[in-house]
């Protein structure tokens, strides 16, 4: 008999939990963009690429503001601390993923109906590429601190810093290159790699900081 894998389950009961607010705004993020291409608004095909990949992992991310009791409730189930943390990280990279479908689907309407608005799908990996890169370090920062007793006693406050400090922080980096004469390419690859490495690294430290928490 096959033995279930708890963190495959943490993972899929974490996207299930929140499957009408993925559902609805995957769909909304397809609207604006098919919208935007039809009509040939600039600023719906503007909103779309963020949209379509930062609003799940951020709702995802929520999910985890203000949750030391629903953590003391995890621990009683048949699930190692470790692979605990590692459900955190990996749900919001699973969530990170999900609009990647709805980008698909809005590039072959492009292809289809509009093909000389193709190069715009060239700015629109950039937006992808920064807003991920956002959504990566936002994560790196909140989990360790929130697992510290300065961050468990403000927590939604410590939301709003992370996410202050992470879009600065992309966005000096962003600045930098460009100043440098980098394409965006480039620029869009380095804050991927550089945003992902952090968010491996914390996973690392949380995972040793969360070991050490006294429920």
């Keep these: 008999m096959k033995t279930r894998n708890p963190l495959l389950g943490m993972a899929l009961f974490a996207i299930a939990s929140h499957s009408s607010s993925l559902l609805l705004v995957l769909l909304f993020s397809l609207f604006l963009g098919v919208a935007g291409v039809i009509s040939g608004n600039i600023q719906l095909l503007t909103l779309f690429p963020f949209v379509a990949s930062g609003a799940a992992p951020i709702i995802v991310l929520m999910k985890y503001e203000g949750t030391i009791k629903w ?123 550089i945003s992902f490495i952090t968010f491996v690294a914390s996973f690392f430290i949380t995972r040793d900081m969360y070991s050490k928490m006294d429920f």
């Design 71 to 193: 953590e003391q409730y995890l621990v009683a189930m048949p699930l190692r601390r470790k692979e605990l943390v590692m459900s955190f990280y990996l749900n919001i990279l699973i969530a990170s993923l999900l609009g990647i479908p709805v980008i698909g689907v809005v590039c072959g309407v492009v292809y289809i109906f509009s093909p000389e608005m193709m190069g715009f799908l060239h700015i629109g990996w950039a937006a992808v590429a920064l807003t991920l890169s956002v959504i990566l370090l936002l994560t790196a920062l909140l989990f360790p601190l929130a697992s510290t007793g300065f961050g468990q006693r403000r927590e939604s406050g410590l939301s709003v810093v992370c996410l202050v400090v992470s879009c600065m922080s992309v966005g000096f980096f962003w600045g930098t290159c460009n100043a440098q004469g980098l394409q965006n390419d480039i620029v869009s690859l380095l804050s991927l790699a």
